[in-house]
């Protein structure tokens, strides 16, 4: 069974540092993995993925994460945090047979202070 | 604009009273799927639909009914609503392996069973 574990809940840094938000997943088969954004009231927005092309995957807003297959991890960074960034975060991974569903973590906030 | 939208946003009813949280997308894909979300629970999936009249349980379908007529259409029934089906739903599609599997998210449907 696939599954996808976000490290802590709760992550804050101050404007202009680096964002960093761990994701580490289990999976039997080579996965295709997934960060998304969800800001308040809103719904959530695919930040970036990785289908087994290149490791370093860039997104949008400036996030990137790196596929570690060694480590089973799928971090996200952003070199500098901007209040915008400030949002619930969710690693996914997903069973692309049958079902195709979404398997979620628990979701990391980040806040950002000023 | 390539989007899938949800209705209603918010909705208050009572237990019993039977409704339904409608979900279309104008991408012309093939998968479509419902999610709640639960606080500490994260997102689970539903029902999930691979094309027209092909429907199939996912995580947590009890109490959830769905169906499939129109390739854009994709309505959550909830015949007798319960308090324990008070979530936040969201409504995803994806044109799956032609696009990755990448899943597009509704903005979210608020219920509150009373």
């Known amino acids: 069974a696939q599954s996808v574990t976000q490290l802590g809940s709760h992550v804050s840094v101050s404007e202009g540092a680096l964002v960093l938000l761990r994701c580490n997943y289990s999976s039997s088969v080579p996965p295709y993995l997934f960060w998304y954004v969800q800001y308040p009231n809103q719904g959530l927005q695919l930040l970036l993925k990785?289908?087994?092309?290149?490791?370093l995957v860039k997104g949008i807003n400036g996030f990137e994460a790196e596929f570690k297959k060694s480590e089973t991890s799928f971090h996200l960074t952003k070199p500098s945090a901007h209040m915008s960034d400030a949002a619930e975060y969710f690693c996914?991974?997903?069973?692309?047979?049958?079902?195709?569903?979404?398997?979620f973590g628990q979701g990391t906030r980040l806040t950002i202070n000023p | 604009e390539a989007q899938v939208t949800q209705n209603p946003r918010y909705l208050i009813t009572v237990t019993g009273k039977k409704l339904t949280v409608t979900c279309s997308q104008n991408?012309?894909?093939?998968?479509m799927s419902w999610y709640r979300q639960d606080p500490g629970l994260g997102l689970r999936q539903i029902y999930y639909s691979m094309n027209v009249e092909v429907t199939d349980k996912g995580d947590v379908p009890e109490g959830y009914k769905v169906s499939r007529k129109e390739k854009r259409n994709f309505p959550l029934i909830l015949e007798s609503p319960s308090p324990n089906q008070t979530s936040l739903y969201f409504c995803?599609?994806?044109?799956?392996?032609?696009?990755?599997?990448?899943?597009?998210f509704g903005p979210g449907t608020r219920l509150t069973v009373t």
């Open positions: 995803a599609s994806s044109p799956s392996r032609t696009g990755g599997y990448e899943q597009y």
């Open positions: 991408m012309n894909h093939e998968y």
């Open positions: 990785y289908t087994s092309a290149a490791t």
């Open positions: 996914a991974v997903i069973r692309i047979q049958g079902a195709q569903k979404l398997v």
